[in-house]
């Protein structure tokens, strides 16, 4: 079982429904991240979280360390938003000092006109 | 505008080649990492620097090597040994090696092998 699992793999809406894409994980985390990558490749880091709830535009991002869960939330989806998009954990324990993300193996959103 | 550039975004690679792909980033950042990523996984970590003229190995270090003799430079070189070379390779940093701070990621590299 990965330490990171992210639901649902594929996602299709049309423009305008809410989203949400869950991520689940197994270990022991100092911190959350949900990362943004585009058709082309690149990734943009959104959020990253340690508590609560955190909102930016269109986007908002919650955990539950409780329940080790964190949800990313977009209202008003819109055709650009198709992308991957990515949850990532750092782990309590630092390896060698260094930080160490594990990642989800993402969520792939088509949004449509 | 501060960020990280890869280079080149396609790179073909014969049997038996090495091949060396480019890292930079001129935001000043301590830390700099590799990752591999293939079709429905996670992202893997290569190898990792925490500071100039140090790197270490990360999950899937095997076939790869790296140098840090620059702090704006981390290339990573895929050598013969690596036996599944085909990916796409992304280059990241940040600030520094703790965890309370976010990775800033480059576009990426897609290796193929002719």
């Known amino acids: 079982k990965n330490e990171v699992e992210q639901s649902p793999q594929n996602l299709t809406a049309q423009e305008g429904e809410f989203i949400t894409i869950n991520c689940s994980y197994s270990?022991?985390?100092?911190?959350l991240h949900w990362l943004q990558q585009h058709p082309g490749g690149g990734i943009v880091s959104l959020f990253m979280?340690?508590?609560g709830k955190k909102k930016h535009g269109r986007l908002i991002a919650t955990i539950n360390i409780q329940e080790k869960h964190s949800s990313l939330h977009i209202t008003a989806s819109h055709p650009r938003d198709s992308a991957v998009y990515i949850c990532?954990?750092?782990?309590?324990?630092?390896?060698?000092?260094?930080?160490?993300?594990?990642f989800g193996q993402g969520t792939r959103l088509t949004i449509n006109p | 505008d501060g960020g990280i550039t890869q280079s080149p975004k396609y790179l073909f690679r014969k049997e038996g080649q090495n091949v060396t792909l480019s890292c930079e980033q001129n935001?000043?950042?301590?830390?700099m990492y590799w990752y591999r990523q293939d079709p429905g996984q996670g992202l893997r970590l290569i190898y990792y620097?925490?500071?100039?003229?140090?790197?270490q190995k990360g999950d899937i270090a095997e076939g790869y090597s790296v140098s840090r003799e620059k702090k704006e430079s981390f290339p990573l070189t895929v050598t013969s040994a690596q036996k599944n070379p085909t990916a796409f390779y992304l280059c990241?940093?940040?600030?520094?090696?703790?965890?309370?701070?976010?990775?800033?990621f480059g576009d990426g590299t897609r290796l193929s092998i002719l």
């Open positions: 270990v022991g985390i100092s911190a």
């Open positions: 620097s925490q500071i100039v003229n140090d790197f």
């Open positions: 990532a954990v750092t782990g309590r324990y630092i390896i060698q000092g260094a930080q160490k993300l594990v």
């Open positions: 935001l000043n950042h301590d830390a």
């Open positions: 990241a940093s940040s600030i520094d090696q703790s965890s309370n701070q976010p990775q800033h």
């Open positions: 979280l340690s508590s």
